[in-house]
């Protein structure tokens, strides 16, 4: 076998009828603004945490929707806010990290 020095990766196929959206909901009940992310990644561009932690609030919103785990994410938020700065829609992300960590601190 020839090694060309790349590999297959796993599919990232989501089954969205399998997914568990409940922590999104709830998140949308405390926080509706989030529905109107267009996920540009202004926020995930100005982030100063982002380069060395991975933090991404897009990233944040899409794997909610996912259905995925996103804990580790939030916790290298330093909450800084200069993603809610820049956001084109408004949205105060801050406040949404914040209502995020609630909602994992009732889990």
């Known amino acids: 076998m020839i090694d060309f020095g790349f590999g297959l990766s796993r599919s990232s ?7 568990d959206l ?3 909901k709830r998140l949308e ?6 529905r109107t992310c267009i996920g540009c990644g202004s926020c995930s561009a100005t982030c100063t945490a982002g380069p060395w932690s991975g933090m991404s609030i897009r ?6 929707q996912r259905g995925r ?3 580790k994410m939030l916790s290298n ?13 408004g949205i105060n992300t801050r406040h949404l990290i914040l209502s995020l960590c609630r909602i994992y601190e009732k889990k």
């Open 13 to 19: 196929a989501v089954r969205l009828d399998e997914v």
């Open 59 to 64: 990233k944040v919103i899409l794997n909610l």
């Open 29 to 34: 009940e405390l926080e509706p603004q989030v």
């Open 22 to 24: 409940s922590l999104y």
């Open 69 to 71: 785990d996103i804990e």
């Open 77 to 89: 938020c330093m909450l800084c806010g200069k993603c809610t700065m820049v956001c084109p829609r």
